[in-house]
């Protein structure tokens, strides 16, 4: 009868194969883990919620992501969700596979798009950097203020 292996060992083994999955996509995604004064972890921290020593932790292949931090480590890394459940032993594989696949064609035309946000672009148009991250997310929120603010001059609530 099969086991599922669910011991430190295994903890240890799936947070060492994790660490090796995530590192190479922080590092796409612009974060300087490697030198000591990159202040990459540092960044990864902020961006994700999540505090310094867990990053290092993590990416030392010592300890997995809390679950709830797991969705925010996708976005702000731009891999996928469900990948990262799977990699951190969240959810089986096979319920991973099954969730990739879809069950039948869905009619994406009465689907809503969830809007798209402006670290999601900014890492769609390439830019990888944190600091260059936030100079794009500031700039976009201050041009979408200045939308919202120019539609209430319009409708006559605005000075």
Known sequence: MPTTETGPAS???RAQSFAEYIRPAVVAAGYDIDSP???GKKALAEATGMSA?????????QTLPEPVHLERLAE???VS??????????VSE???????????????????????????????LGIRSPDRVQMF????????????????????RGA
Do not use: I
């Not at 020593?53 to 292949?61: D, E, N």
């Not at 319920?95 to 689907?111: F, V």
């Open 81 to 90: 969700l469900m990948e990262l459940l799977v990699r951190s032993g969240v």
């Open 11 to 13: 903890q240890a083994s």
């Open 37 to 39: 004064r990159g202040g």
């Open 76 to 78: 702000v890394l731009g």
């Open 137 to 156: 997310t500031a700039m976009a929120k201050t041009l979408a203020d200045q939308e919202e603010a120019d539609k209430e001059v319009r409708q006559g």
């Open 94 to 124: 096979k319920a991973g596979q099954r969730a990739r696949k879809p069950a039948s064609t869905p009619d994406t035309s009465l689907t809503p798009t969830p809007p798209l946000t402006p670290e999601a672009a900014a890492r769609a």
């Open 53 to 61: 020593s867990s990053v290092g932790r993590m990416l030392a292949g």
